[in-house]
């Protein structure tokens, strides 16, 4: 008896020892850029960073805010966000071409968007991590 309890509690112990797996939010980067514009937003728990046409601004983040990001993040199906650069436009100047990386756990997705014309499922997203120059 005394066996069986020392092996159940051994199996209990290495069971309960797996390693968490986090889903948290590491980091966001924005680059959009064209002939005579240029923004690069770049976003971690502790500020967002935003350079616009080489002037940049740096705003600290409250542990709340971040956690407004990243919930807003946590709600997004990255399956719908598809990438929506249309490379017509591009070559016209009627877009301004834009990459968004969102990290997580140590994974990372990439997005090709128009920045003038941002998808409705990240217009939350930008709002909250565009800071004015």
Not at 27 to 53: F, W
Not at 78 to 88: P, R
Not at 90 to 109: E, F, G, Q, Y
């Amino acid at each position: 008896m005394n066996h069986l309890f020392s092996l159940l509690s051994l199996v209990l112990l290495l069971t309960s020892c797996k390693p968490i797996q986090s889903n948290k939010l590491e980091s966001i980067q924005y680059h959009a850029q064209t002939r005579g514009y240029s923004l690069l937003i770049k976003v971690s728990p502790q500020q967002i960073i935003t350079t616009e046409n080489g002037k940049k601004t740096t705003l600290k983040l409250s542990t709340e805010a971040w956690e407004t990001i990243e919930n807003n993040i946590n709600s997004l199906d990255f399956s719908l966000l598809k990438d929506q650069l249309n490379k017509e436009h591009i070559a016209v100047d009627r877009a301004i071409p834009a990459h968004l990386t969102i990290t997580i756990a140590n994974k990372t997705s990439q997005f090709e968007l128009t920045h003038n014309a941002t998808p409705h499922q990240l217009k939350t997203l930008m709002e909250l991590i565009h800071v004015s120059n």
